[in-house]
């Protein structure tokens, strides 16, 4: 219940208007959280496979990798790699998924992922570096997905909150104060009522 | 000595001729040859391939020269400690060289190593650095000295070529590979020409197969990766450059017989026969190296010469190689069969 | 004037001379060898030593064909040495030529087979004695030939003056 409140009619008017507020926010404010739910959903379920495909391509490169490095000298190695000529450019932009502005990564390669010349290296580093090639794109598909996921995580999580405070203290109290007010009101009603005969029977005798 | 630089591949049945004796080298090919009985053998090797965990692995070599600090097994103390073993194996070799331009000769690997990242560090405006390979004939400071300055002349003949075909090539297009290719091609052609000035048969023939060695991986490298780059084969090898170019085209099936009346006929045809099963090039590389090994042992008939002990320089300098592979293989649980396969069975 | 005796002298000089040369070569081939196997594996100095020795032999038979020559000449007896004729010389040349030539080469080989023997052994022990010996004794073979040669040509070809 309210504190101070005045137990006026237009009060009780004004709350039975806040009252009908709330339950349509809270019957809209459900449905989204059950739409987010859905999405998120959707999501976690592509997440899932993408995370195990990108995890095999990154330890198979690393493996490749490994073996590449132990199998050259060290200076060859430190020379092969010094410079790359893999240009990598990310852009970020912002989709919007019920009302949630999740971010859409742009990347744009350019260049060949082979930077150094055929004599002092290992065909070994060829393969790991087609392979780390390859799963770049699948990495940045995961990236995008599990911030999204996050985001949308988050903004269900607020809408829950929102819909349960609606649910389970907003309405209630207000429904508590109004029937404070209503009964506040009857009783000076009574009050009244009681009083006039009162009078009435003083006046008659 | 002419007809050999002139000798392809129909000319010698699978190694090329090595030479003969030299009794200046008497002492320094028994010395090496008593060390030879400690190389690591073929079966520790596999133990070690077969071994369940890194500590297995290690303790497997704690026999030998290769006995690794109990306490610190760590990636960067074991990479320090095969360097140090490689630098003190290549000080024993210019201590047993009565020949100063072969010690020489073999210095220059590092000097070319060196010279490629000192190039892409200039060319893309990076600092210098300091952190060169100081076994190479030049030394790392007067290596950044010459770079700061920009005084190629200090530089011996070779590598004031080889620095300026090298940026020459980089700024046609702007492509670091170029630097690579113009560096290896430099090298090569030193390597030869070094040969041919010392008139050492062995050497010749030892860089004419690395040439071919290098050109059949490449081609494979090349196949792999569906590159269109044509022109980066070496000269100067037993086999044509046409015969390779030839190859790019022709399926990997095929490309073995293309290599059929060539000494690497048989390493051609398992190496193109599992990077198509596997999608690599281990069996490739290991099948170059048992070649390049085979043709060092043939110094074996030597009894006195700079051949064995050449040989002996370029084994231990691979059984480091493989004693590093076989140690981060299981340091980081490589699949065995992998590592089997780089080893050969 | 006649020269014989210097003939002769010449041909004992040559024997133990070229011999001698030819076996300092061959030891020090093979010394080389067996020091390199040595420094890294000094347990092995007993078969090396066999294999290191083994071509200093000719140098003695080089010796022992001058010393003939020298004996039957009477260096070392009472009364002098005789004057003896070209032909006699001449004879004690060609004597000693055998063992001269024989013995530089076979040594100087004998070096090499000894150091590939050397090296062999560093590798097998098991068969240093089995082939690297045995090899390098089939060389000396023909230095005992020449020697054989030397010998029976001073001992009975020759009609030696006497003394008296």
């Known amino acids: ?205 | 000595m002419a007809e050999l630089a002139e000798q392809s591949v129909t000319d010698f049945f699978t190694y090329p001729p090595i030479g003969g004796d030299d009794w200046r080298y008497t002492f320094a090919t028994a010395y090496v040859r008593a060390l030879e009985t400690q190389l690591l053998s073929r079966a520790t090797l596999l133990d070690m391939a077969n071994a369940e965990n890194f500590e297995r692995a290690a303790d497997l070599l704690s026999a030998g020269e290769y006995a690794l600090p109990q306490a610190n097994r760590s990636v960067a103390e074991l990479e320090n400690f095969l360097r140090n073993k490689r630098s003190a194996v290549r000080k024993m070799f210019s201590s047993l060289m009565v020949d100063e331009p072969i010690v020489t000769l073999f210095r220059t690997r590092d000097d070319f190593a060196n010279m490629r990242l000192a190039i892409r560090r200039t060319v893309t405006e990076r600092p210098l650095g300091t952190d060169y390979s100081d076994d190479g004939n030049v030394s790392a400071e007067l290596f950044e000295e010459v770079f700061e300055q920009e005084n190629y002349s200090l530089f011996p003949d070779y590598m004031a070529e080889a620095v300026e075909r090298a940026v020459l090539a980089y700024y046609q297009n702007k492509d670091i590979r170029r630097i690579d290719y113009a560096i290896d091609s430099v090298q090569a052609e030193y390597n030869i020409r070094e040969a041919h000035r010392l008139e050492n048969i062995f050497l010749l023939g030892f860089f004419r197969i690395q040439i071919d060695l290098t050109n059949i991986r490449t081609m494979f490298r090349l196949k792999f990766t569906e590159s269109d780059r044509r022109d980066v084969f070496l000269q100067g090898g037993f086999v044509e450059p046409d015969r390779l170019k030839h190859g790019l085209d022709l399926d990997y099936d095929a490309v073995g017989q293309l290599f059929f009346a060539t000494p690497y006929h048989r390493l051609v045809e398992t190496g193109a026969a599992y990077l198509l099963s596997d999608k690599s090039f281990l069996r490739t590389e290991q099948q170059c190296e048992d070649f390049l090994i085979g043709f060092l042992k043939t110094t074996n008939q030597i009894t006195a010469g700079p051949q064995p002990v050449i040989a002996y320089l370029l084994m231990k300098e691979n059984e480091i190689r493989t004693v590093r592979l076989l140690l981060t293989a299981k340091r980081n649980s490589l699949d065995t069969k992998l590592i089997l396969d780089r080893l050969g069975e | 004037m006649d020269y014989g005796l210097t003939l002769a002298l010449v041909g004992a000089g040559l024997a133990a001379l070229m011999a001698g040369i030819g076996s300092a070569v061959g030891i020090g081939i093979a010394g080389r060898s067996a020091t390199g196997v040595l420094s890294e594996k000094p347990e092995r100095y007993g078969q090396m030593f066999i294999m290191v020795v083994l071509p200093g032999t000719q140098g003695f038979y080089g010796f022992l064909a001058a010393f003939l020559v020298m004996l039957n000449l009477n260096f070392f007896g009472a009364g002098g040495v005789p004057e003896i004729s070209v032909q006699l010389g001449w004879q004690v040349l060609a004597a000693c030529l055998p063992i001269a030539f024989a013995g530089m080469f076979s040594a100087i080989h004998q070096g090499k087979v000894c150091a590939g023997g050397i090296l062999m052994a560093a590798k097998r022990p098991e068969m240093a004695f089995k082939a690297g010996v045995v090899y390098a004794v089939m060389v000396e073979v023909y230095a005992v030939l020449g020697l054989l040669v030397t010998m029976f040509i001073l001992l009975k070809g020759l009609s030696w003056p006497t003394v008296g």
């Open chain 1, 1 to 205: 219940m309210l504190a101070n409140v005045n137990a006026t009619r237009m009060e009780l008017l004004q709350l039975r208007r806040r009252v009908t507020l709330a339950s349509r926010g809270h019957r809209l404010l459900s449905e989204k959280r059950d739409e987010i739910s859905r999405q998120l959903i959707k999501i976690a379920r592509d997440i899932q496979p993408l995370r195990k495909k990108v995890e095999k391509e990154l330890l198979e490169t690393f493996r490749r990798f490994m073996l590449a490095r132990a199998l050259m000298e060290p200076e060859d190695v430190k020379a092969a790699l010094e410079v790359p000529t893999k240009k990598f450019t990310l852009a970020v932009e912002f989709a919007s998924v019920m009302n949630v502005k999740v971010p859409h990564l742009l990347k744009e390669m350019a260049g060949e992922i082979i930077c150094y010349g055929f004599t002092a290296t290992s065909g070994e580093l060829d393969v790991a570096l087609l392979a780390l090639e390859r799963a770049f794109d699948d990495l940045i598909g995961l990236a995008e997905k599990e911030k999204q996921a996050r985001l949308l995580a988050t903004e269900l999580n607020m809408t829950r909150r929102r819909v349960n405070v609606l649910e389970h203290v907003v309405i209630p109290e207000l429904q508590g104060t109004i029937r404070f007010i209503y009964d506040k009101l009857a009783e000076a009603e009574r009050d009244n009522t009681t009083r006039l005969m009162k009078i009435a029977d003083i006046i008659r005798a």
